[in-house]
């Protein structure tokens, strides 16, 4: 048995082969596996993400994540002796002022500069954060701006578990992805097409988005033994008025509110906890959902398989209950699913294998 207020990040450890880490994604985006967990009974169930309509009813309401992976990992050399860096952009502080990492870090002192693209960019530091990080201030070339540039000579902040080289930069991108501002894909949603979204809507089922834009404190490990010690990462959200509607009807109804991936949900209790409803609006989180944790709005969610230890298998544990959830990575990994970003699925509902 569980003990939530001494629960070690090592209760929610299980061994993973390196070979069931997906390197690639799978072509078509909705061809991965999806395992069906029943919320309150354990039972796991096994279909493809392509007959997701199967799983779900008129009335139900989804709720994506719109948010656009910048390609901020960009290349450069230092304006004075040439000399290679990188930088990854972590979250914009002001209008030319973001945030980064950067390697090698001894380069980049305050004052020094550096330029990238053979000059479309060019970035000074201006602080060196506590932590290591570095606040940066950019100069575009006169023909573009810093996110044109950042298309143009950018490339995806892939995670660190996918060596091999990304061919398309969409495919780290949902085909809804909107708002820009990412640091990582929500990944449950790189499932969808286009065509799988309008077959959606035309069963009754409807569609709502929120914003949050995934930071790089997703891939941060927990270090702390005990899983109340951790403390998480912010993130910048925002949820609309058509979307606060929508949930509010939903729930009023009888139907089912389905967040498409731990982002969204993150949004939606993050919102509920700080505001007892849901409401319009927007603001930063640092909600830690784990083991013992009340949902107020989620019914449903579609999820990826999360790293071991991760406050994510945290958060699906939360939702669906910790031997549940254990259990179905054990009956994942049997079964050869493929685990992380570009891997394959999980909805969890009640009911979730009742076609």
């Given at each position: 048995?569980?003990?939530?207020?001494?629960?070690?990040?090592?209760?929610?450890?299980?061994?993973?082969?390196?070979e069931?880490?997906?390197?690639?994604?799978?072509?078509?985006?909705?061809?991965?596996?999806?395992?069906?967990?029943?919320?309150?009974?354990?039972?796991?169930?096994?279909?493809?993400?392509?007959?997701?309509?199967?799983?779900?009813?008129?009335?139900?309401?989804?709720?994506?994540?719109?948010?656009?992976?910048?390609?901020?990992?960009?290349?450069?050399?230092?304006?004075?002796?040439?000399?290679f860096?990188?930088?990854?952009?972590?979250?914009?502080?002001?209008?030319?002022?973001?945030?980064?990492?950067?390697?090698?870090?001894?380069?980049?002192?305050?004052g020094?500069?550096?330029?990238?693209?053979?000059?479309?960019?060019?970035?000074?530091?201006?602080e060196?954060?506590?932590?290591?990080?570095?606040?940066?201030?950019?100069?575009c070339?006169?023909?573009?701006?810093?996110?044109?540039?950042?298309?143009?000579?950018?490339?995806?902040?892939?995670?660190?578990?996918?060596?091999?080289?990304?061919?398309?930069?969409?495919r780290y991108?949902?085909?809804?992805?909107?708002?820009?501002?990412?640091?990582?894909?929500?990944?449950?949603?790189?499932h969808?097409t286009?065509?799988?979204?309008?077959?959606?809507?035309?069963?009754?089922?409807?569609?709502?988005?929120?914003?949050?834009?995934?930071?790089?404190?997703?891939?941060?490990?927990v270090?702390?033994?005990?899983?109340?010690?951790?403390?998480?990462?912010?993130?910048?959200?925002e949820?609309?008025?058509?979307?606060?509607?929508?949930?509010?009807?939903?729930?009023?109804?009888?139907?089912?509110?389905?967040?498409?991936?731990?982002?969204?949900?993150?949004?939606?209790?993050?919102?509920?906890?700080?505001?007892?409803?849901?409401?319009?609006?927007?603001?930063?989180?640092?909600?830690?959902?784990?083991?013992?944790?009340?949902?107020?709005?989620?019914?449903?969610?579609?999820?990826?398989?999360?790293?071991?230890?991760?406050?994510?298998?945290?958060?699906?544990?939360?939702?669906?209950?910790?031997?549940?959830?254990?259990?179905?990575?054990?009956?994942?990994?049997?079964?050869?699913?493929?685990?992380?970003?570009?891997?394959?699925?999980?909805?969890?509902?009640?009911?979730?294998?009742k076609k």
């Amino acid at each position: 048995m569980l003990d939530i207020n001494d629960m070690k990040k090592s209760d929610f450890y299980y061994d993973l082969p390196q070979e069931l880490i997906a390197q690639t994604p799978i072509e078509p985006r909705n061809a991965s596996r999806m395992l069906c967990l029943d919320r309150y009974t354990g039972e796991v169930g096994h279909d493809h993400f392509y007959n997701l309509c199967d799983h779900l009813r008129k009335g139900d309401l989804l709720v994506l994540n719109d948010s656009r992976v910048l390609p901020a990992r960009i290349y450069g050399e230092t304006e004075d002796t040439h000399s290679f860096i990188e930088f990854l952009l972590v979250e914009q502080r002001g209008n030319l002022e973001w945030e980064i990492l950067c390697r090698p870090g001894k380069k980049a002192r305050v004052g020094r500069r550096f330029v990238f693209g053979g000059g479309l960019l060019r970035a000074e530091i201006t602080e060196v954060l506590e932590d290591g990080n570095r606040i940066a201030r950019f100069e575009c070339d006169d023909s573009t701006n810093l996110f044109a540039a950042l298309d143009e000579i950018g490339q995806m902040p892939l995670p660190p578990y996918i060596t091999e080289k990304l061919k398309d930069k969409e495919r780290y991108q949902t085909v809804y992805s909107n708002e820009i501002g990412s640091s990582a894909a929500p990944t449950a949603g790189l499932h969808f097409t286009k065509e799988q979204l309008a077959d959606i809507e035309a069963m009754g089922v409807n569609i709502a988005y929120v914003t949050l834009h995934v930071g790089l404190g997703t891939f941060r490990p927990v270090k702390e033994d005990r899983v109340l010690d951790h403390k998480m990462h912010r993130e910048h959200y925002e949820l609309p008025a058509r979307t606060a509607e929508l949930i509010n009807k939903t729930k009023s109804e009888g139907g089912r509110v389905i967040a498409v991936g731990t982002t969204s949900c993150r949004t939606l209790e993050s919102v509920a906890a700080l505001y007892g409803d849901i409401r319009p609006c927007d603001g930063f989180t640092e909600i830690f959902i784990y083991p013992g944790f009340e949902f107020k709005v989620l019914d449903g969610l579609i999820t990826n398989f999360h790293l071991p230890e991760s406050t994510l298998i945290m958060l699906v544990s939360a939702f669906a209950g910790y031997d549940n959830t254990m259990n179905a990575y054990k009956i994942a990994v049997e079964e050869k699913y493929r685990f992380f970003s570009f891997g394959d699925s999980m909805f969890i509902a009640p009911d979730a294998n009742k076609k």
